[in-house]
């Protein structure tokens, strides 16, 4: 698990499996503009190759500004689809508020 970000916003990315079709990868922490480039490149180091599908626990996940929202759009680029498992209510506002819910697939 990697500790991302300086000062009091810190976020934590770790990579749950290493599946090729369908990586699985934790977010941890909070997400804002001091640390959303830490944060985007440890996702995407998470996976070698360009997965059909990512799968993205934010169930740890206590803060996510537009920034968070940005890192999603950037990587649902590279990839067919996203999934957000476990959505803390602060992350699932902040996805439904943006209009991207149906975008990113989120599961209970």
Same mark, same amino acid.
């Given at each position: 698990?990697?500790?991302?970000?300086?000062?009091?916003?810190?976020?934590?990315?770790? /990579?749950?499996?290493?599946?090729? $079709?369908?990586?699985?990868?934790? =977010?941890?922490?909070? +997400?804002?503009? *001091?640390? %959303?480039?830490?944060?985007?490149?440890?996702?995407?180091a998470?996976?070698?190759?360009?997965?059909?599908?990512?799968?993205?626990?934010? /169930?740890?996940?206590t803060?996510? $500004?537009?920034?968070?929202?940005? =890192?999603?759009?950037? +990587?649902?680029? *590279?990839? %067919?689809?996203?999934?957000?498992?476990?959505?803390?209510?602060?992350?699932?506002r902040?996805?439904?508020?943006?209009?991207?819910?149906?975008?990113?697939?989120?599961?209970?």
């Amino acid at each position: 698990m990697a500790e991302l970000g300086d000062g009091d916003t810190k976020a934590s990315v770790a /990579s749950l499996s290493d599946d090729l $079709d369908a990586p699985v990868v934790s =977010i941890g922490g909070e +997400i804002d503009i *001091s640390n %959303a480039e830490l944060v985007k490149a440890a996702i995407l180091a998470s996976f070698e190759s360009k997965p059909q599908r990512i799968i993205l626990d934010v /169930s740890g996940l206590t803060f996510m $500004d537009s920034s968070g929202i940005a =890192i999603l759009v950037q +990587i649902s680029k *590279s990839t %067919a689809s996203i999934e957000l498992r476990h959505p803390t209510p602060i992350v699932r506002r902040v996805v439904q508020a943006t209009g991207l819910a149906e975008h990113f697939g989120m599961a209970p």
